[in-house]
C-alpha cells in the first residue's frame, strides 16, 4: 500500500467514513448483571399479563433487554460524560449539525474520488473548476438539514476549507497532501463529526458499533408492584391513579453481543476506540442505567469482567487474525 493510499484511508478512518474496508474487527461477549430491578416496559395494556405497565418480552415470553435499549443506554451516558461543546446530543438538533459535517465530508471524499482515475498525483486546475459544483452539492445540505442553527456556518466553513486545501501554489498536489491539508483545516474549523456519532451513528453516518439483544442466562422471575402517582402541587397521592407494573427482580445475568468496526480498544491513538474502551471500564466498575423508573432505584446494569470475552481481530493479508481474552485482561479491570 503507499504511502498516499494509507493517508487516504487514514483521514477517512478519523472522520468515521470507513465502513468500505476492514483492518480491525472487535467482538464482545458480554455478561451483565441487573443490579437494581429492572423494568424495560412496551407500553400500558399491551398484551395480555393483567399488569398495567408490562417488560418487553419475546414470542416465548421470556423478558429481554432490546439492543436499542442498550444502545441508547450506553449513548446516553457517553453524552453525559462529555462537554456538549465537544459533543452533539442524540435528543436535541446538534444532531442535525453533526449529521450535516457527516453528510458534507463524505460528499467531499466522493467529490475527490473522481479525480483518482489519474493516480495518485492530481491537477489542482481540475479541481478547482469543479468548484461549483462542489459548492452547490454542499448548497443543497443547507436545506436538508434546515434543523441545525448553525447549518450556513457550517457549509461556509467547509467551503473555505476546500479552498485553502487547495491553494498549494502548484498544478499538482499528491493525494496524501491534499487529504492532509484537508484534514488540518476540517479539524480547524471543528467540522468534524464528533466521537460519539463515530461510534453510534448519526442520520447520515453509519454506527461503527452493532448491539445485540441481551438474553437471560437462565429463567427470569418477574415480579408486580402496585404504587400511586404523587400530586406534584400538594405532595400528596394522586386520586384515581393507583397503578402496578412488572419489573425483573435484582441478581439476574443476560447475555449480549457488541461487534465493532475498525474498532481497536488497545489503539491509544483512536478517539472512537477509547471512547468504547472508557464505556467498557465504566461498565464493569460502575456499571449503567437502563430502562425505566430509574430515579426510583431500577435499571443498573454492571458488566461481570471475568465472564465477558473480548475477541480482537486485525486483518493480515486478506485474513482476519483474531485473539481472545476477558474483559478483565484487556482493560484491566
Known amino acids: 500500500m503507499s504511502e498516499d493510499h494509507s493517508r487516504w484511508l487514514a483521514f477517512k478512518r478519523s472522520m468515521g467514513l470507513d465502513h ?110 469543479r468548484l461549483s459544483e462542489l459548492y452547490g452539492i454542499l448548497d443543497s445540505l443547507k436545506r436538508k438539514y434546515g434543523r441545525c442553527p448553525e447549518a450556513d456556518i457550517v457549509v461556509e466553513r467547509f467551503k473555505e476549507a476546500v479552498k485553502l486545501a487547495l491553494d498549494v501554489g502548484k498544478e499538482k498536489v499528491r493525494l496524501g497532501e491534499l487529504v492532509e491539508r484537508l484534514q488540518g483545516h476540517v479539524e480547524g474549523y471543528k467540522l468534524k463529526p464528533c466521537v460519539i456519532c463515530r461510534v453510534f451513528g448519526n442520520k447520515a453516518l453509519a454506527a461503527h458499533v452493532n448491539i445485540s439483544d441481551a438474553r437471560p442466562l437462565g429463567n427470569v422471575l418477574t415480579l408486580v408492584r402496585t404504587r400511586v402517582a404523587i400530586d406534584r402541587f400538594t405532595q400528596a397521592a394522586l386520586p384515581g391513579a393507583l397503578f402496578d407494573y412488572e419489573y425483573v427482580p435484582a441478581g439476574y445475568k443476560w447475555a449480549f453481543k457488541l461487534v465493532g468496526w475498525n474498532i481497536n480498544l488497545s489503539d491509544s491513538g483512536h478517539d472512537a476506540s477509547q471512547l468504547l474502551a472508557a464505556l467498557l471500564r465504566h461498565l464493569a466498575l460502575h456499571g449503567v442505567p437502563a430502562g425505566g423508573m430509574k430515579s426510583v432505584g431500577h435499571g443498573l446494569l454492571k458488566l461481570a469482567p471475568e465472564e465477558t470475552v473480548v475477541k480482537t481481530c486485525t486483518v493480515e493479508r486478506g485474513e482476519l487474525r483474531c485473539e481472545e481474552k476477558t474483559l478483565r485482561e484487556v482493560l484491566g479491570v
Do not use: M, Q
Not at 34 to 48: M, P
Not at 105 to 122: A, T
Open 20 to 129: 468500505d474496508y476492514l483492518a480491525h474487527y472487535l467482538e464482545v461477549r458480554a455478561v451483565v448483571v441487573n443490579e437494581e430491578a429492572l423494568r424495560i416496559g412496551r407500553g400500558r395494556g399491551e398484551g395480555f399479563e393483567g399488569s398495567d405497565l408490562p417488560v418487553v418480552k419475546d414470542l416465548n415470553n421470556v423478558p429481554y433487554i432490546p439492543g436499542s435499549s442498550l444502545k441508547g443506554a450506553f449513548r446516553s451516558w457517553l453524552e453525559a460524560l462529555h462537554s456538549p461543546l465537544d459533543t452533539c446530543r442524540a435528543s436535541d438538533v446538534s444532531l442535525e449539525c453533526c449529521s450535516l459535517k457527516a453528510e458534507a465530508i463524505y460528499k467531499l471524499v466522493e467529490w475527490i474520488k473522481r479525480e483518482l482515475y489519474r493516480g495518485f498525483e492530481i491537477p489542482t486546475k481540475a479541481l478547482s473548476e
